[in-house]
């Protein structure tokens, strides 16, 4: 992983990057660089999460996608077709269909035929994938434990909500911009 980045506190003891702060100066259109580096926080977050996830995975012979899925598979003994496992993910149906290759080569899932319509197939979790997940489970909670050691069930209740209004306001602002 990355080294830890150079951080300082402002006069109210809150974090920010002094050098974010000087690269974003040049960005506003006055001299408040919040926003831009409420941003640039997010996305420090969000890639020193995917690095700790693929750490985590990859030691174990799988992608973060491939967790993603195989996580979704086991929430269901019914099964899933592509088509909504890729809805659900937020991927294209072929990005999902070569993850469930992968996990089908692993005997982690298995694709079997839709009751309901024979031209489909659904995707299964396997005994095998159960027993991935269970021993990927205990190393995964400490490691968020870990993350968000001295966050009260406040302070992470309150990030879950502004990282999914953010969510909310991008989806938001990609159908305006497609309407357009």
């Not at 997010?42 to 967790?67: E, F, I, K, M, Y």
């Amino acid at each position: 992983m990355n080294d830890v980045p150079n951080l300082a506190r402002d006069a109210d003891g809150l974090l920010y990057s002094p050098g974010v702060r000087t690269a974003l100066t040049e960005f506003t259109l006055d001299d408040d660089t919040s926003v831009p580096e409420a941003a640039a926080a997010v996305r420090a977050a969000a890639r020193g999460l995917d690095q700790l996830r693929s750490r985590g995975t990859d030691s174990r012979g799988l992608s973060p996608g491939a967790l993603d899925i195989l996580i979704r598979l086991a929430g269901d003994d019914a099964g899933h077709n592509i088509k909504d496992l890729a809805a659900s993910a937020g991927v294209s149906s072929r990005n999902v269909t070569g993850l469930v290759d992968t996990l089908e080569r692993a005997g982690l899932a298995v694709r079997v035929p839709d009751p309901r319509d024979r031209r489909s197939v659904l995707v299964r979790i396997t005994e095998d994938g159960r027993t991935w997940l269970a021993e990927f489970r205990r190393p995964s909670q400490l490691a968020m434990a870990a993350l968000f050691r001295g966050f009260t069930a406040a302070e992470t209740t309150q990030l879950r909500h502004l990282c999914l209004r953010l969510v909310e306001n991008q989806h938001h602002l990609a159908r305006h911009l497609e309407d357009r």
